[in-house]
């Protein structure tokens, strides 16, 4: 497995040429600056502790010349998937849990989608489903500071996904928590693209872990190169074989008898780690054997220029009775564009 570790980290140092630099500036004050500036600006302490917040939200910017390495690139294409350590420092990862736990639980206990008393229309078996993660999407829609800090650095994932990719623009599709929560259930094998309202064989997504992520609470397990079958699949079918997440986990195996004898890997991950895969990628995660919740955040981005394909998926009532198969999704309110290689700005 490709673990591409980042300079400046305090959770671990790499010694491998393949390093990332990803270095953000964090606010620092002492209590007794705080204080100070309490009493010069005579303003209720709560008002400058909101601001304070602010600012180190807004510090987060992450440096817009991060590059993968060559041997980063080229692992993804070959397995499908890429490890990126400690893409976050300690002070960035307190505020991403900070502010998606925040942002979770303002949706409540089954408030999935945005749109409050919105069915899933995707998943089956829900009363199963339920209890393998808790799953919130589009909080960027629904919480001020999670759209901040989810679009400052889905620029960045962004960027990195065209890399890995090789094109040019990139989208949102959705973001979404996913957090296991204590003696969860197994997620079971899938595959992303078939779900989405949009067919494409670049679409991918970046999941961060904001827990350490083991194989004993429920870390993500991948089928390498199994990519590169479905795609397959797809460019002979015009079409991809959708496979729900229900109580099986052998269910992808009806579809895709060939990828049975397939290997496949464990990617436990250090909180504040990040991993890239292929919206074609076969993959999973284990079930949480512990007392603890194991949180992480996910991105999925789609191409620019990507056709609605008649799928619901997360859309919402009235946006999907507005579009037509073949439509472009390019609603800067629904799916704004991250990224453009092509841009001077």
Request: hydrophobic share 35%; charged share 25%.
């Amino acid at each position: 497995m490709f673990r591409g570790n980042l300079k400046g980290s305090s959770r671990g140092s790499s010694t491998s040429a393949t390093s990332l630099i990803f270095c953000r500036p964090t606010l620092r004050m002492s209590t007794r600056d705080f204080m100070m500036l309490v009493t010069r600006l005579r303003r209720p302490i709560a008002v400058v502790f909101r601001s304070l917040c602010a600012a180190r939200l807004s510090s987060f910017q992450p440096m817009q010349d991060v590059r993968l390495s060559d041997q980063q690139v080229e692992f993804y294409r070959e397995n499908g998937y890429v490890i990126v350590e400690d893409i976050l420092t300690d002070d960035q990862l307190e505020v991403w849990r900070e502010t998606i736990d925040e942002a979770v639980a303002e949706r409540g206990n089954d408030w999935t989608l945005p749109q409050k008393g919105q069915a899933d229309v995707t998943n089956v078996e829900l009363e199963y489903y339920t209890q393998v993660f808790t799953q919130r999407i589009n909080l960027w829609q629904s919480n001020s500071k999670a759209h901040s800090l989810v679009f400052k650095a889905a620029k960045v994932f962004a960027r990195l996904a065209c890399q890995l990719e090789g094109i040019k623009k990139m989208r949102i599709w959705h973001d979404q928590a996913l957090y296991k929560e204590p003696w969860a259930n197994p997620t079971s094998w899938h595959v992303d693209i078939p779900y989405w309202s949009f067919d494409s064989t670049h679409a991918i997504s970046v999941w961060i872990a904001l827990d350490d992520a083991t194989e004993k609470n429920g870390c993500m397990y991948f089928l390498p190169g199994t990519h590169k079958i479905i795609k397959n699949g797809y460019e002979k079918k015009g079409e991809f074989t959708e496979i729900k997440i229900g109580k099986n986990m052998a269910d992808i195996f009806k579809a895709f008898p060939e990828v049975k004898s397939a290997h496949s890997v464990a990617v436990p991950m250090r909180s504040g780690s990040c991993s890239f895969h292929s919206a074609m990628l076969i993959h999973g995660a284990g079930t949480n054997m512990t007392a603890g919740r194991r949180r992480a955040m996910t991105v999925q981005m789609m191409p620019d220029g990507s056709k609605f394909n008649g799928k619901q998926n997360i859309l919402t009532n009235k946006q999907f009775e507005s579009l037509n198969i073949g439509d472009v999704l390019n609603s800067e309110d629904q799916n704004p564009l991250l990224y453009d290689t092509t841009s001077t700005t």
